[in-house]
């Protein structure tokens, strides 16, 4: 066996070890043609508000600035579909959001992760990212041959969906490299096209996240939603999933098995009038450590209020 083998089969068993559903390979370097898409997709204006993904340019397209030396970006998958479900009829929450913030948890992981193939295999320098830095992770979950980009903009894996969450390490020792998938399994399908509610989604993968749900309900701070959106929400609070759940390839979801993810049961059970009544202490202390309190509670309030004029 050689050391590439060695220390690639050290990161996959430690990866499994973790929990994580999927751990895949690939090599570090520029990515000029995400850098002309992302360049195009700004110049549109689709992030809306999110002006934080103008910022770092440089760095999301080239993770070897990220980690001086970078050799490798390893791409791991944390399945986060639920075994219950919401009540039906009650202001909907993403799944994603079901349980304890997932950066909390799948950082934990990553900070174990790297001490253990460290002290498996020496020192190595290595920066672990969960959707809060400046990288491009779907990109690299593709070239990791974890799955491919859906017409939705989610990544999808052929054996299990699109319910994961995509944590990324990038780290300066060369490893094997999986290849990515030959090409998508989306076809001609547009079942997610079809069934967004504020037409987000546009041909060739192009995600308007300007009129996404979730970027109105989660991203848009301290101001109105747009009245023209009125009537089009379908009773989502927090998030969507619509593009998801439509989706025929979560048809082999699996239920997830971490415990951190279990639901909040007031997720599931909270109806209009106890939403309506829920004060910000019982908020507060609720949803501690849940990624709804990133909308917080005046950000909650004003989309119950949109949702409930508008039906």
């Not at 898409?37 to 910022?55: I, V």
């Not at 399945?79 to 913030?101: F, S, V």
């Not at 290595?126 to 491919?148: C, H, N």
């Not at 209009?272 to 309030?301: C, H, M, N, Q, V």
Request: glycine residues 8%; aromatic residues 10%.
């Amino acid at each position: 066996m050689s050391i590439l083998q060695k220390h690639t089969r050290i990161v996959k068993e430690a990866a499994r070890q973790l929990g994580f559903s999927y751990c895949g390979i690939a090599r570090a370097e520029q990515l000029d043609e995400d850098a002309r898409r992302l360049e195009a997709w700004l110049r549109q204006g689709m992030h809306g508000s999110m002006r934080y993904m103008e910022n770092h340019f440089d760095l999301r397209i080239d993770p070897r600035k990220l980690v001086p030396g970078a050799k490798s970006v390893i791409t791991l998958l944390q399945n986060y579909y639920p075994e219950q479900k919401q009540e039906t009829g009650i202001p909907k929450i993403a799944k994603y959001a079901y349980g304890q913030d997932y950066h909390d948890v799948i950082r934990a992981k990553l900070h174990s992760f790297l001490a253990q193939i460290n002290g498996s295999i020496g020192e190595i320098q290595g920066r672990g990212f969960v959707d809060s830095a400046p990288v491009l992770e779907r990109t690299w979950a593709v070239k990791s041959g974890a799955g491919w980009i859906g017409k939705n903009g989610n990544l999808i894996n052929k054996q299990t969906g699109s319910f994961y969450f995509i944590a990324t390490l990038i780290v300066d020792i060369a490893l094997q490299y999986d290849d990515p998938l030959a090409k998508d399994f989306c076809g001609s399908c547009r079942k997610c096209i079809e069934a967004c509610p504020t037409e987000a989604i546009g041909n060739n993968k192009v995600i308007d996240g300007s009129k996404c749900i979730s970027y109105f309900t989660i991203e848009l701070k301290d101001a109105l939603i747009p009245e023209q959106m009125k009537g089009k929400f379908d009773n989502w609070l927090f998030g969507c999933d619509v593009c998801q759940d439509i989706c025929p390839w979560n048809r082999f979801s699996k239920s997830h098995s971490e415990p951190a993810f279990t639901p909040i049961p007031e997720i599931l059970n909270l109806g209009t009038r106890e939403w309506e009544a829920l004060s910000e202490d019982a908020f507060a202390r609720i949803f501690k450590g849940s990624p709804i309190k990133r909308a917080k509670y005046k950000g909650i309030k004003r989309n119950l209020s949109f949702i409930n004029t508008a039906e």
